[in-house]
């Protein structure tokens, strides 16, 4: 990944847990689970998802909706709740010293999973599970709100942001509670171990989202499939970049996968920093997968936790001032700034019941693929970012045969798209050049 990654790949690994939530007494219930990152080592400070809490609330999941809160307390789920979480080896352990001075960071492997592997060396143990409670349930309230502007009403019925796929039998129910719960972590207190760890304070900074601007590269650290087979999916590394946003409501390329919620994400700048949590691994449309992350910025969450501890018991609210600081002014490129040039030369095209994206390289001229506007379309959409709203009518002139190896159709627009700088085709290729290159088939 690039020695720039080195530093972040260090903190995300260090950061990383995985959270387990189960009810006391009762095996046959099952348990539920998801990522977490550990915000401090002592006291023991973990943020996860709050999807896992949902069958445990006293007041059903309708409590996250019904008062427009942004925070929980611990007693707003029941007292069967139990909480574990487990993470690898930290440098202050005895299998994390022993780790030190090896070349390069592995995640934790299998162990004893299969008889027939016991002569392979034993990857780094780890750590044993321990016991937290939970101090609150929290939420950004402009997530939540940028959320139901993009994707409320009747638009949610044909997106799907789960953990199942469409052919897997949720009911009703259980899917109201995900998409209840999506915007709302949890804070946890871990109970101490048998050894005392070394390390105190924050384990990890927070950069304000506000300095991560639209494009820059971002690493996810999750564990997919929850605290399912710890020694191989613990941690597991996605790297990706901050494909778009509306505000804290970020949107990554990074792969993950159902369990990753509640996962950290992190920047290569400033060097390790927290940059979000991940909301919703997947998310459907029209019965088809997209490859797309949802992420809630961390800063704004953290800024709830703050607020809330401070409202709670002494002990709680001495808290608040061992929570993560932010590193890095809310100056320079802000999320909503344009971006740089070729991603304002990118526009979207509607032809009747099909989208995809363009370019556009000349004011009347976008070029897309035939099959998001073949060559029969009478007429075709084109929205552009910038200027904002922007939709102007146009038709298509040239297309591809079907046959042909290339995917290619261009549309003549009726009025000039003022403002999107064209971009200039490359002959010679330099990484970071702003130039026209391929594109998506």
């Known amino acids: 990944m690039g020695r720039q990654w080195g530093p972040s790949m260090r903190a995300a690994e260090q950061a990383g847990c995985v959270v387990s939530a189960s009810r006391a007494g009762q095996p046959e219930a099952g348990s539920w689970s998801c990522s977490g990152v550990i915000l401090s080592r002592s006291p023991g400070l973990v943020l996860c998802h709050g ?212 996962g950290g994400v992190f920047a290569a700048r400033p060097t390790g920093s927290l940059v979000a949590l991940v909301a919703a691994p997947l998310c459907w449309k029209a019965r088809e997968w997209v490859g797309l992350t949802l992420l809630c910025a961390a800063a704004p969450l953290l800024r709830v936790a703050r607020e809330a501890l401070s409202h709670l018991q002494p002990e709680a609210a001495a808290l608040a001032d061992l929570l993560p600081p932010e590193v890095g002014a809310p100056r320079g490129l802000s999320l909503q700034d344009p971006g740089p040039p070729w991603a304002a030369a990118a526009v979207l095209v509607e032809c009747g019941t099909v989208w995809g994206s363009g370019v556009a390289v000349a004011p009347r001229l976008v070029v897309t693929c035939r099959h998001v506007a073949p060559r029969e379309a009478a007429r075709v959409l084109v929205h552009s970012a910038t200027p904002k709203s922007v939709a102007i009518w146009g038709q298509v002139v040239f297309a591809t045969q079907e046959t042909s190896p290339y995917d290619i159709a261009v549309v003549s627009l009726e009025e000039d798209l003022d403002g999107v700088p064209m971009p200039v085709p490359a002959e010679h290729f330099h990484e970071v050049d702003t130039m026209l290159l391929t594109l998506v088939c």
């Open 51 to 262: 999807g896992i809490f949902t069958p445990f609330l006293r007041a059903g999941s309708g409590s996250l909706t019904a008062t427009g809160a942004a925070s929980l307390s611990g007693d707003s789920c029941g007292d069967d709740l139990r909480l574990h979480v487990q993470w690898g080896p930290t440098a202050a352990s005895p299998a994390g010293r022993a780790e030190q001075g090896r070349p390069g960071l592995c995640t934790p492997q299998c162990s004893g999973l299969d008889p027939g592997l016991a002569a392979r060396p034993r990857g780094r143990p780890l750590q044993p599970p321990r016991t937290a409670e939970l101090l609150l349930l929290l939420s950004c309230p402009t997530f939540r709100t940028h959320f139901e502007r993009l994707f409320g009403g009747e638009v949610a019925e044909q997106w799907r942001f789960a953990s199942a796929a469409p052919e897997d039998e949720v009911s009703e129910d259980e899917e109201e509670d995900q998409l209840r719960a999506l915007g709302w972590f949890a804070l946890l207190r871990v109970q101490p171990g048998q050894e005392a760890e070394e390390e105190v304070g924050p384990m990890v900074t927070v950069a304000p989202f506000e300095v991560v601007p639209k494009g820059a590269q971002l690493l996810a650290c999750g564990s997919p499939f929850g605290a399912f087979c710890p020694d191989i999916f613990l941690n597991t590394l996605s790297r990706g970049v901050l494909s778009n946003a509306a505000g804290p409501l970020l949107l990554t390329d990074a792969r993950c996968l159902p369990g990753t919620e509640g």
